[in-house]
């Protein structure tokens, strides 16, 4: 194969970057890996052990932004809030970078497990985690109006739990925002503050809401707009006045709430939030009997439509559609005494309701369309409402529904007061509000930005990355034609005429292969880097020569050293001798039988821990597997190849596993014929197999006899052969390959081995 062009490769670097597009950027493995890195680095200060998976699609016309479930975030990089409103790639990635701050906030801060457990207290008609203090007879009016009308039917139930969930969200959004702000104010809180001046100006004024009130195709309802007017509150900490009087009943009920709110968003007990909930729900219940019973008149002219339709179904799509509006999941929990299935599940089917609207999008069989104003390297690209999926996991099929933006806003909650400034000021009934006069209008000159000034070299890091990953996919797009073409080319002997021959290779690793890499790589590592230090300074010493004293024998005395008690008196004087080169090529059975005894992981460690070691030492090598399919033929399997583009050879080798038949003839003269075009001076190549040759018209003595020609052939090209026999193998391997043959009878004992093989051969 020839040898890389570098400049060849700069330049494919060059031309792949200026072709990315917005949809290729957003939604590529490598930013879900960049913001995957970034929320490993702030979840380790919570002890979060777990790793959150991050994906990135790309979806126009969905209204849906983002979800979370605490294990997963999906984020809509497609979605109108990101490319209609910013012209500029690093204004979408700072909005992209605050959706993702968001859904990392409720993954470090909120309390699943109390959102689901107070979804199954309200199914058995009880508070959680207690019940809402009282102000008046009208509250305990309200309360015992709100249990009664909870018990008519199912779908009262079903709507109840689903506004106590969605209030629940608002309250929890505010307080999140305010942590992230406060206790990140690096890139994820600037980001996340560069999110919230788009969003404020999507907020209605309490005037505009009354307005879509009095709407007469399709009129919003009083308690959607106090839900509105909340979410802003305990966002910004403002509320949108618009034209209307500080005594309109929505603004009151606000302000009879402003005391309960704004202790839920300084408390750190989700526990404690959900109480809030519950005066919530008493406070409006006048508002919210209305508001379901026209949820019910819409159920019913649904079906009679033809509609199968339920509560938590239409609140779904209405709320969806509210600026700012989410919804929020929960984990599973004890179920209460007393409640039923049925009941309990109700709210979490409705809540995930805008998580299947997002992650459904791998199996979606509806056609892309267009969404006018989005912006990219690639109009008309990052137009296509494609069903084109981002990187990493989706939420899709967890039953840990999601908190999800739907095209909301996202806030800070409130700021607390100093020891100073004496509290909040009381709560006091106003007519209005006024401006003062006389104040003037003043120029600050000296006013310096405090945006995040690092989003454009991120963008240009990441891009670069992305041309690079192109790029060597690409090239090995190209090696691997060139491989096959060579395996074509080999005369493997008339016992192999007829086999077709077929390398396979990863060419463009995925995040699973590194992840479980970085898993169980560190034990192995820790072997490679003994290894490595005991013969590092064995190739110094030979390399530099000199004189070694403190030998126990030898021709030469040292006389400044006969005071020595230890007999080591003696000295010689060493030449510096050059270390000889040396190439490894290992291949790997991997038959069905290979999965016997865990033969297959104890090979997969021992390609790790060789694959460290000579990588190290810059001693070059491949790694090989070989099997076979249903069909007639020889699958091989590059793992490792003696030039890496995209240094990703190691978590290619996590692939490796016990698969069909072995003809380990074809597989065993194909390497060595790979390895034979090497120029070192010490070719070596190690086979690890259970010596069970068994393939369709190859097996038995006539297999291992070709074997046998096989390793004559190229021994006496000045190939060296070892044969690894892995547990009750030895029998076998000793009879097919001889001398050459190592005896391992201790799985544990075989990637430390195939090592002291190595620096047998390395030693002068």
Sequence with gaps: MARVNHKKVKQMLEETRKKISDRQFFTSRILAGHYEDMAAAQTRRYKYNRRIKMRIIWKPRDQSIAVTNNLKILINAGHPIVTKRNRLRQDRYMIVTGLFAHELGHALFTDFLASQTYTN?????????????????????????????????????????????????????????????????????????????????????????????????????????????????????????GEESLSDERIQAIFDLIPELDSALLNSSGKERWTTVSTVLVRCWDYIESYIDRIKEQIEAEKKAGNESSASGVLSKRLGSMAGSSEEGSGDSTPVPGAGPAPGKASNAAGRAATRALAANGSSEEPEDSEEGSTGADDSESEEDSEEEGAGSSPQGDEDTADGY???????????????????????????????????????????????????????????????????????????????????????????????????????????????????????LAIS????????????????????????????????????NDGKVFYKNALPNDIPQLSVALLLDESGSMACGDRATYARAAAIILYDFCQELDIPIMVYGHSTGYSTGVDLYSYAEFESFDRDDKYRMMDISARGSNRDGAALRFVAEQLSKRTEEIRLLILISDGQPADWGYSGTAAEED??????????????????????????????????????????????????????????
């Design 121 to 241: 207290f309200l199914a058995a008609y009880k508070w959680y985690p207690a019940p809402p203090a009282f102000k008046s007879s009208a509250d305990v009016r309200r309360e015992k109006s709100l249990w009664e009308y909870a018990k008519r039917d199912q779908s009262s139930l079903e709507a109840l739990q689903y506004l106590a969930h969605h209030i629940g969200n608002i309250i929890e959004d505010g307080y999140i925002e305010s942590r992230m702000l406060n206790q990140f104010p690096g890139t994820l809180g600037q980001s996340l503050e560069f999110l919230r001046t788009q969003f404020f100006e999507d907020q209605p004024t309490v005037t505009q809401l009354i307005e879509a009130e009095e709407d007469e195709e399709h009129p919003s309802h009083i308690f959607e707009s106090i839900m509105q007017i909340m979410l802003c509150y305990v966002k910004f900490g403002e509320i949108k006045y």
């Design 529 to 564: 880097k003994k290894l490595q230090k005991s013969i590092k300074q064995e190739l110094k010493d030979s390399q530099r020569g000199g004189k070694q004293t403190g030998l126990v024998m030898g021709r030469r005395l040292d006389a400044h050293a006969l005071c020595r």
């Design 707 to 764: 074997l046998r020609g096989i390793k004559q052939e190229y021994r006496r090209k000045g190939l060296i052969f070892v044969a690894a026999a892995i547990g009750d193998d030895k029998e076998n391997i000793e009879r097919i390959y001889g001398d050459s043959f190592m005896d391992i009878s201790d799985l544990n004992q075989l990637p430390v081995k195939l090592a002291a093989t190595l620096k047998r051969y390395i030693r002068v």
């Design 406 to 524: 739907a095209t909301g806003s996202i806030g800070g909650g409130k700021q607390e007061t100093t020891d100073k400034e004496g509290g909040r000021i009381p709560y006091h009934q106003t007519e209005s509000a006024y401006a003062p006069e006389g104040g003037e209008i003043s120029y600050d000159k000296d006013y310096q930005r405090e945006n995040y000034d690092r989003a454009a070299s991120d963008i240009e890091r990441l891009l670069e990355k992305m041309a690079e990953k192109e790029a060597c996919k690409d090239l090995e797009n190209e090696r691997l034609r060139e491989l096959n073409e060579a395996a074509q080319n080999i005369s493997y002997g008339d016992i192999h005429s007829g086999v077709a021959i077929q390398v396979h290779r990863i060419t463009d690793v995925d995040r699973d292969l590194e992840t479980q890499y970085e898993e169980i790589s560190a034990p192995l």
